[in-house]
């Protein structure tokens, strides 16, 4: 049976949520500079489904739990401190010299926190084992009318949680 939508629903659902009002919390690894992040793509946990065939057909099941990489655009800072900290980051996952790091060393906790219109913590996104896998090229133009460099980095993520 379909419901009508009256006056009394509609007032009854809540705000919706809106796109700005988050914040980022990131390791500092060996620094103790802040970041803003302009844009994140907050990725969730996957379960694709598998195929297997039987009796003349497929039937689905579960395959492996995944999570795609994090994607971040942070603001750079005049000194470019930003870029320093994920060149120190990523020399924690693989040194000068070509030897890998130790995982509990690089691999860290990050949190994207997103708020009410009330300005309360609504939900918390925790995303674990995280490390910089990837950070794109840096665009430099005159014809840019903010005049404002960004950093685009990946990051690998192990878990998050909540696990939507």
Known sequence: MVQLLSREIALSV??????TQWVLRVPF????????AEKVTATFSKVPATARFNTGSNTYYPGT????????????TYDYR???WLRQWRLLVVHDDGNYGVPA????KMFVQMYSSQGNIAQTLTYHGT????????????DDETGRITVDA??????MSPNW
């Open 154 to 159: 990946q990051f690998s993520v192990d878990s």
């Open 29 to 36: 690894v060996n620094s103790t500079i802040q970041v803003v």
């Open 105 to 108: 060393e690089y691999k860290k």
């Open 65 to 76: 739990n995944d999570i795609d990489a994090l994607s971040i655009t942070f603001y750079e």
């Open 82 to 84: 930003v870029s320093q």
């Open 14 to 19: 809540p705000d919706p949520a809106l796109s």
């Open 131 to 142: 490390w910089p896998t990837d950070k794109e090229a840096i665009s430099l133009s005159y």
